[in-house]
């Protein structure tokens, strides 16, 4: 399929083994969520088979670290603590895969705004301590945006990690909903921020109030407008489509379909859509 790549959450994996066959079937690439049931309930041994089943079938993934109830740059010392435990944990687990790229979230929310300094260098330390956990293994880290109204933290932040592997991951739903997108109309801005980090996108669509992961195009999500800077801006990033359902994904692909010229700036080209989701 290309370039991009697909979200699959491995607990979903775990319960009903036709998620994965359906992903071989199609020759989609997963983009694994690994959350703390995942790393929890499921042991090396499973994730060993799972990652053997892909190699053999020659498909690439991803893996998408925990973020549930972690704040890696949190001021409060036991939830830092905690952050940093579990995502530590993550990395052995993740690296079976011998994924293409890792994501995880930053999570700088407004309630830090007075305390910016103090959550920047806890941040720093934490993925400091997490790419020392990754050069064994040589995996690039790209950080997400989730509920941040400015992109300017993030990059703050990656410039002081800027020796390590570790670029942006730009989630146009989590902008256009949570970031109040669709009320500040923002996105030249953001591009332009984060272009020096960006290598990535998570693609899906909402009407700019929830977070619906919606098949592209069914919200809206100025696409146009993200292309078009994406061109002027000589941005070539990878991407991940995020839908929940299949007949979501069948939606994102035709939009794919209809929009190729946008598409084929990031690499895609007609064959790597050619397939038509079965219900």
């Not at 319960?15 to 790393?39: M, V």
Request: charged content about 20%; overall charge negative; hydrophobic content about 40%.
């Amino acid at each position: 399929m290309g370039r991009f790549f697909v979200n699959l959450p491995l607990r979903y994996v775990a319960k009903e083994r036709w998620y994965l066959n359906f992903f071989i079937e199609k020759g989609l690439n997963p983009e694994f969520g690994l959350d703390a049931i995942a790393l929890d309930e499921l042991d090396e041994s499973w994730h060993t088979e799972i990652a053997n089943v892909l190699y053999q079938n020659e498909i690439p993934c991803a893996v998408h670290l925990p973020f549930h109830d972690l704040q890696p740059g949190s001021i409060d010392n036991l939830i830092l603590e905690a952050t940093r435990t579990r995502l530590k944990k993550s990395i052995k687990i993740a690296a079976i895969y011998q994924p293409r790229y890792l994501v995880a979230h930053d999570y700088f929310i407004p309630l830090y705004s007075d305390l910016f300094s103090k959550w920047l260098n806890r941040a720093v330390t934490t993925w400091s301590q997490i790419m020392e956990e990754l050069s064994p293994y040589n995996i690039p880290l790209y950080l997400e945006n989730v509920r941040e109204k400015d992109p300017r933290p993030i990059s703050d932040l990656l410039y002081e990690l800027s020796t390590y592997r570790i670029r942006f991951c730009f989630d146009m739903g989590h902008w256009f909903s949570y970031g109040s997108g669709s009320q500040y109309q923002n996105l030249s801005f953001w591009l332009q921020t984060l272009a020096p980090f960006l290598k990535h996108l998570h693609l899906h669509d909402n009407d700019g109030i929830a977070d619906q992961h919606l098949g592209l195009g069914q919200g809206n999500i100025p696409w146009s407008e993200l292309f078009l800077d994406l061109e002027l801006l000589n941005l070539k990033p990878t991407f991940t489509l995020e839908q929940h359902t299949k007949e979501d994904l069948d939606l994102s692909c035709n939009f794919i379909k209809k929009h190729l010229e946008w598409f084929s700036g990031l690499g895609i080209r007609k064959q790597d859509i050619q397939y038509k989701v079965q219900y």
